[in-house]
């Protein structure tokens, strides 16, 4: 991985200051309106379902960023939320260590897709900054919009308005 732990968790706490204001767009992160990567072949670990022609939520994360773990449960309430849509939600995880992703995943049983990408090939194709991190893709395949850092307490609406006009186009 490009980016070290240690300079990722520098980031997540700002993130979490930074985010205090609302959404942060973080600038040098993949462009609105660029090609997505292919998860398939980022060499994750773990299963991905059927992403075609579905809206796609990557939250980028790690057991070590605080404002990550914060936000993972509004994850799971989108995907009870959307559950029937055409939408699907992916949770990255950025540990290296196994043993503790593993361990936090199973605590917690999340409804939605988790995989680990331990070597950071995604978060460093995507350029991400600071975490956590998502991005939203359309059905298209192409980036919807960029979150970086702590989402806030009005994050789920935002998200889940965002999620209604992608699946209306």
Known sequence: ???????????????????????????????????????????LEGSLPDLKGKVLVVDLWATWCAPCKKALPMYADLHKDFAGKDVVIVAVSLDEDRKAYEAFVKKNGFPFTVVRDPKGKLADALGVQEMPTSVVVGKDGKVASVHSGSMGDKAKAKLAAELDGLLKK
Do not use: I
């Open 1 to 43: 991985m490009n980016t070290s732990r240690r300079s990722f968790g520098l980031r997540c706490l700002a993130g979490a200051f930074l985010g205090t204001m609302g959404w942060v767009h973080a600038a040098g992160l993949v462009q609105t309106g660029a090609e997505f990567p292919d998860l398939a072949k980022a060499g």
